[in-house]
Nanobody
C-alpha cells in the first residue's frame, strides 16, 4: 500500500528557511516522479517542484533559485529545501507521485498524495 507522509512545516519569518520531508512506503521513490505542490484555501493546487531519477528536476518560476528538490534513496524520502521564504509561499504543502520518465508540475497526473504540511511565512 502506497503511503506518503509529509513533515517539516511550520512558521518562519520572511527570509528564513524550512526543509520539508516526504517519507514514502509501499514503493521505491527513485523509480517514480515525485512532486511538491502547495495550496491556499480557495485556490487551485499549484505545482512547486518535481524530480525523477537522479537529476531531472522541474521548478515553478516562482520558486526557482530559492527551492531545491531532492531525494534520499536510502531513506526513501523526498525533500524540499525552501530558502529565502516569502509571505506568498504560505500554503499547505503536499507531496505526490506517479510513474513516468519525465517530471511534471501538473497535479492531475499524480496518483498518490500525502496529507500535507502547513507552511506559514510572516512578513
Amino acid at each position: 500500500q502506497v503511503q506518503l507522509v509529509e513533515s517539516g512545516g511550520g512558521s518562519v519569518q520572511a527570509g528564513g528557511s524550512l526543509r520539508l520531508a516526504c517519507t514514502a512506503s509501499g514503493y521505491t521513490i527513485s523509480q517514480y516522479v515525485m512532486g511538491w505542490f502547495r495550496q491556499v484555501s480557495g485556490k487551485e493546487r499549484e505545482g512547486v517542484a518535481s524530480i525523477v531519477r537522479e537529476d531531472s528536476t522541474l521548478y515553478a518560476d516562482s520558486v526557482k533559485g530559492r527551492f531545491i528538490i531532492s531525494h534520499d534513496k536510502a531513506k526513501n524520502t523526498l525533500y524540499l529545501q525552501m530558502n529565502n521564504l516569502k509571505p506568498e509561499d504560505t500554503a499547505m504543502y503536499y507531496c505526490a507521485e506517479f510513474l513516468s520518465w519525465y517530471p511534471s508540475l501538473s497535479a492531475d497526473k499524480y496518483n498518490y498524495w500525502g496529507q500535507g504540511t502547513q507552511v506559514t511565512v510572516s512578513s
